[in-house]
């Protein structure tokens, strides 16, 4: 049976009055950008095949049972591009995946990189709650 204390966590800045299809995608960007990450490294040869042959070793024992379970996420908000770094930050610092998303600017923002969304994990509950536990709920 599937762990159900597994989750990720992706974190939307409300500050900043992001039309509801823009979040929506930020928070979409936030929430595969691990994995992306993660086979572009496996791809790339960052991590050597002769040393790490299966697919499954790709993958934390925490991660592979949210790929295969039910997915959870969890949605919070922030109020400022100094939060949502804060946040960064110190998960990175509890070794903890913490992937932040800079939207180009191209449709808001007029023109200017900005700092939308976070996400965290997948994790356990355990090694997230501290990290975003007192986050307001979207």
């Given at each position: ?42 791809t790339t040869g960052l ?35 100094e939060e949502l770094l ?29 700092y939308t969304a976070a ?20």
């Open positions: 049976m599937m762990d159900k204390k597994v989750k990720q966590v992706i974190v939307i800045r409300k500050d900043l009055n992001m039309r509801r299809g823009k979040e929506i995608a930020q928070g979409a960007h936030a929430s595969i950008a691990w994995l992306a990450n993660r086979i572009t490294e496996y991590r050597s095949a002769e040393h790490d042959p299966f697919l499954d070793n790709l993958f934390s024992l925490a991660e592979r049972q949210w790929i295969q379970g039910y997915f959870r996420k969890i949605c919070c908000i922030v109020n400022s591009e804060a946040l960064v930050e110190k998960a990175r610092t509890a070794g903890v995946i913490a992937e932040l998303i800079q939207d180009a600017g191209l449709t808001e923002f007029g023109g200017v990189p900005t996400a965290f994990g997948p994790d356990y509950d355990a090694k997230l709650d501290p990290i975003t536990g007192e986050l307001v709920l979207y």
